[in-house]
């Protein structure tokens, strides 16, 4: 069969300057003034954050719902301003009765919220009247905290455990999920100074990388799993129990630690009226904890650093009856092995990681609260995209409140790339399609078409969620597509680099990108990201002369994604093209294609793949 050659020719009409900058609200433009960020996308000279050590003490007694918890804070301030005010993160508020919040309530969900019963400032004690509190509180400093000082914090609280929350919370009467448990200081940054984002009980977080030690004291025979690194095995574990759980860190096998019978036989902890377990967990953005006295424990290990051989703990806590949970330590090894090794190619970097059975689907450093499934492959699924997310928001302190889209987007890119590694490509494709894609791109509403780069603490609905997964995924994935393999992952682990341990905000990613790759490829990010764009790609003309074919094609909806041209002949041979989004990037509405072949042509047709065309009736061109 002879070939046929392709050629692509695109008219030279610009529809924005390939120089042009990037639309940069105002107080980032300020940032850059500052220098604490700068246009090549890598931390300014100027870079500043603040931090904090916490130490914290809880009481937990289940079936009793009320934690009672006390905290030492030594806050320090690195930035150049002197701080009048401290701005405080109090998010279980969001459960009091007639919180904001973007979804209804049930009466299990609500509770009074957190209760204040003692703040001290620098040992001086203060009044601290919660009876207004909403998620956010801003209180007074006695003394301004000038540049490079710290303040010493202390508060107690209780709460009362929602009964009916899904990212924290009551599984079930003697099983807790702690998240977003006790107060904390906001973040205070360099673009946009205190956050005070209300927190609505949909979009996500934002948080400082602070040092936390803390102390979880429950009865005897409850277990206790939590972020961080358990410092004091022996003393809360029988000796059986706590060898097995050091073998299992060395482990290839899953080992079981805790089973039905050891949980029924009651003697899995030390029997003491109650147990203390000590925990620490270093430079991180958060911390949950989650205690039973009925959940199954497994562990193993994996290997994550080929270099150096270092190894993570995954383990997976879980009642009897899901049974899908079983198997949940091999998805958790294969999930950081994948991620360590393929995609984002950046070695897991902590300790380990704990998936308990709950209802949330959610993530937390070193920790994932996940529902159990009928089918063992969403199980899996799921449980990929929550550990996806140890990379982004938290191996980078990302705003997901303001900027959902820099981490959900790349969960959902690494959960598409490692289900083609699970399930084959087309089985991966057609799964994305249906979870990820279809419901945007077949959705004519003007929701959908908000640009991704708007704020998603003002979105709600399918504005929200598209913007965050599917839609920003497919961006991330069409980059890949365009840059290949290599550039693409030098970039990516690039940026990583530069903004691990930091704040990164979209547009230190857009320029580290277009640093790192030696492309300006603001044309890409403007039509991704800061458009009304869509998908919506049709055959507008096709003209046959000899031995070549002259195709028109429209870029309808302005979106820059690649795409497939199908071609059959009338001997019933056919050939594919792939057009990566840089045949749009210097007209973003029209392109020429010139197919040269002896081979008559019977049927020419243009497929997106993952990247679904909105309207597939004019993609077709029959001869």
């Keep these: 069969m002879k070939k046929i050659i392709l050629v692509a020719s695109c008219l030279f009409i610009t529809t924005i300057s390939l120089a042009q900058d990037l639309y940069i609200p105002r107080d980032v433009k300020q940032a850059y003034k500052n220098k604490t960020r700068s246009k090549n996308g890598k931390p300014g000279e100027d870079y500043w954050q603040n931090t904090a050590d916490y130490q914290i003490k809880l009481q937990i007694a289940p079936p009793n719902k009320t934690i009672t918890g006390s905290e030492t804070i030594t806050y320090t301030n690195n930035s150049p301003d002197t701080l009048k005010v401290l701005n405080y993160k109090l998010i279980l508020n969001n459960h009091k009765p007639g919180a904001v919040r973007l979804s209804s309530a049930s009466n299990k969900f609500l509770t009074s919220g957190i209760h204040i019963d003692r703040y001290t400032e620098n040992g001086l004690e203060k009044t601290w009247n919660d009876t207004n509190d909403g998620t956010n509180k801003t209180i007074k400093l006695t003394k301004a905290l000038l540049p490079k000082q710290q303040v010493n914090l202390a508060i107690d609280w209780h709460y009362n455990m929602s009964e009916e929350s899904g990212r924290e919370g009551a599984i079930d009467s003697n099983t807790f999920f702690l998240a977003y448990f006790f107060p904390r200081v906001a973040v205070y940054d360099d673009y946009q100074g205190w956050d005070k984002m209300t927190f609505t009980g949909s979009q996500e977080f934002y948080n400082d990388f602070n040092n936390y030690t803390f102390e979880v004291t429950v009865p005897k025979n409850y277990i206790v799993w939590a972020t961080g690194d358990l410092l004091n095995p022996e003393d809360v574990l029988q000796k059986k129990y706590a060898e097995r759980l050091k073998k299992s860190m060395t482990s290839d096998d899953v080992i079981n630690i805790a089973t039905k019978d050891d949980l029924e036989n009651k003697q899995i902890t030390k029997q003491n009226v109650t147990n203390t377990w000590k925990w620490k967990a270093s430079n991180i953005t958060d911390?949950?904890?989650?205690?039973?006295?009925?959940?199954?424990?497994?562990?193993?290990?994996?290997?994550?650093?080929?270099?150096?051989?270092?190894?993570?703990?995954?383990?997976?806590?879980?009642?009897?009856?899901?049974?899908?949970?079983?198997?949940?330590?091999?998805?958790?090894?294969?999930?950081?092995?994948?991620?360590?090794?393929?995609?984002?190619?950046?070695?897991?970097?902590?300790?380990?990681?704990?998936?308990?059975?709950?209802?949330?689907?959610?993530?937390?450093?070193?920790?994932?609260?996940?529902?159990?499934?009928?089918?063992?492959?969403?199980?899996?699924?799921?449980?990929?995209?929550?550990?996806?997310?140890?990379?982004?928001?938290?191996?980078?302190?990302?705003?997901?409140?303001?900027?959902?889209?820099?981490?959900?987007?790349?969960?959902?890119?690494?959960?598409?790339?490692?289900?083609?590694?699970?399930?084959?490509?087309?089985?991966?494709?057609?799964?994305?399609?249906?979870?990820?894609?279809?419901?945007?791109?077949?959705?004519?509403?003007?929701?959908?078409?908000?640009?991704?780069?708007?704020?998603?603490?003002?979105?709600?609905?399918?504005?929200?969620?598209?913007?965050?997964?599917?839609?920003?995924?497919?961006?991330?994935?069409?980059?890949?597509?365009?840059?290949?393999?290599?550039?693409?992952?030098?970039?990516?682990?690039?940026?990583?680099?530069?903004?691990?341990?930091?704040?990164?905000?979209?547009?230190?990613?857009?320029?580290?990108?277009?640093?790192?790759?030696?492309?300006?490829?603001?044309?890409?990010?403007?039509?991704?990201?800061?458009?009304?764009?869509?998908?919506?790609?049709?055959?507008?003309?096709?003209?046959?002369?000899?031995?070549?074919?002259?195709?028109?094609?429209?870029?309808?909806?302005?979106?820059?994604?690649?795409?497939?041209?199908?071609?059959?002949?009338?001997?019933?041979?056919?050939?594919?093209?792939?057009?990566?989004?840089?045949?749009?990037?210097?007209?973003?509405?029209?392109?020429?294609?010139?197919?040269?072949?002896?081979?008559?042509?019977?049927?020419?047709?243009?497929?997106?793949?993952?990247?679904?065309?909105?309207?597939?009736?004019n993609n077709i061109w029959n001869n």
């Design 287 to 617: 911390i949950a904890i989650a205690v039973s006295d009925h959940y199954n424990w497994d562990a193993g290990s994996v290997i994550v650093d080929s270099k150096t051989n270092r190894r993570a703990s995954v383990q997976a806590a879980y009642d009897e009856k899901s049974t899908d949970f079983k198997e949940m330590v091999n998805y958790g090894k294969h999930s950081l092995d994948w991620f360590s090794n393929n995609y984002p190619g950046v070695p897991y970097p902590f300790s380990k990681s704990t998936i308990v059975r709950g209802f949330a689907d959610m993530e937390y450093p070193m920790m994932v609260n996940d529902n159990s499934q009928s089918d063992p492959t969403y199980t899996r699924f799921v449980v990929e995209h929550e550990i996806a997310h140890t990379y982004f928001p938290f191996y980078m302190g990302i705003n997901e409140t303001r900027f959902g889209f820099m981490d959900e987007g790349w969960a959902t890119t690494l959960e598409y790339l490692i289900g083609i590694s699970d399930l084959g490509e087309k089985k991966a494709t057609d799964f994305f399609k249906l979870f990820r894609v279809n419901q945007w791109i077949n959705d004519t509403s003007m929701e959908e078409e908000i640009p991704i780069i708007t704020p998603s603490n003002i979105l709600s609905g399918v504005a929200l969620g598209n913007n965050e997964y599917g839609k920003a995924a497919l961006g991330y994935l069409a980059l890949k597509d365009m840059l290949g393999d290599n550039i693409f992952k030098k970039a990516l682990q690039g940026y990583m680099e530069r903004w691990h341990g930091k704040h990164p905000i979209p547009w230190d990613f857009f320029y580290s990108m277009n640093d790192i790759s030696g492309q300006n490829l603001n044309w890409f990010w403007d039509s991704w990201y800061f458009s009304n764009s869509y998908i919506d790609i049709a055959i507008k003309n096709v003209t046959t002369n000899k031995n070549e074919t002259i195709l028109k094609l429209e870029n309808i909806g302005g979106m820059p994604a690649p795409f497939n041209i199908m071609v059959t002949f009338k001997d019933g041979t056919s050939k594919e093209f792939h057009q990566t989004p840089e045949i749009w990037k210097n007209n973003a509405t029209e392109v020429t294609v010139t197919l040269k072949s002896d081979k008559d042509i019977s049927q020419i047709k243009i497929d997106g793949g993952i990247f679904m065309d909105a309207d597939t009736s």
